[in-house]
């Protein structure tokens, strides 16, 4: 199967820095990757649609100037939590599928702390 | 009512059981269906996509229903290591976005 990656594959950090967390599909290339966020046994949340060479399109509820994703090519979607602070910890995932494809793939997650 | 639901669970069941899930969804033109398979701490990984005509695989059969707008999975003989969080995904009709219901818990004991 389609193969796709995320680093860092976990961060510690302090409250006020930013993250950046890129997704990347190693094998196939992807026009439309997905950004989650599961707090502890929670179910998968999804936080935006991140659009190759266009704007993302967040979901209700999550801040887009919080939450910036960059989708600069076809494999590659990065995340960055601006600012984040210690309600923002949680495990996020991203995923994505091949054109043509409905199957997710998904990256390994990245389990962020901020302290 | 959510798009897409689940029972939470947990269901607790000792090796060897049969246990069954079922999750419904309420867009009636949704077209694509999946089961994953989500262990502690980790993402999801698909385990078997649903099929109008039904699909097997070994111990896992998995229906779709479209009249009473449901799927389920059924799992025989379980194993210790079927213990995990079982994610239903829906893709909706007329859209691109997958669609996950909270995830039911099983957990197989000895």
């Known amino acids: 199967g389609a193969v796709v990656s995320q680093h860092p594959s976990r961060v510690i950090c302090k409250s006020g820095t930013s993250v950046k967390i890129e997704c990347r599909s190693l094998d196939f290339q992807a026009t439309t990757m997905f950004w989650y966020r599961q707090f502890p046994k929670q179910s998968l949340m999804l936080m935006a649609t991140?659009?190759?060479?266009?704007?993302?399109?967040?979901e209700q509820g999550v801040e887009k100037d919080k939450f910036l994703i960059n989708h600069a090519s076809l494999t590659l979607s990065t995340l960055t939590v601006t600012s984040a602070h210690p309600e923002d910890s949680s495990f996020y995932i991203c995923s994505a599928s091949p054109v043509g494809d409905d199957e997710q793939f998904f990256g390994p997650g990245t389990r962020l702390t901020v302290l | 009512r959510k798009e897409v639901e689940q029972d939470p669970g947990p269901f607790n069941v000792p090796e060897g059981a049969t246990v069954a899930f079922n999750c419904t969804y309420s867009?009636?033109?949704?077209?694509?269906f999946f089961w994953y398979r989500q262990d502690c701490r980790k993402e999801p990984k698909l385990l078997m996509s649903v099929y109008s005509s039904g699909n097997e695989d070994g111990r896992f059969t998995a229906q779709l229903n479209r009249a009473s707008q449901y799927i389920s999975l059924l799992i025989r003989d379980s194993k210790l290591s079927d213990s995990a969080t079982y994610l239903c995904?829906?893709?909706?009709?007329?859209?691109?976005?997958?669609?996950f219901g909270r995830g039911t818990s099983l957990i197989v004991h000895p």
């Open positions: 995904v829906v893709i909706p009709g007329g859209s691109y976005i997958p669609t």
């Open positions: 867009n009636s033109a949704s077209q694509s």
């Open positions: 991140s659009n190759e060479g266009s704007k993302a399109t967040y």
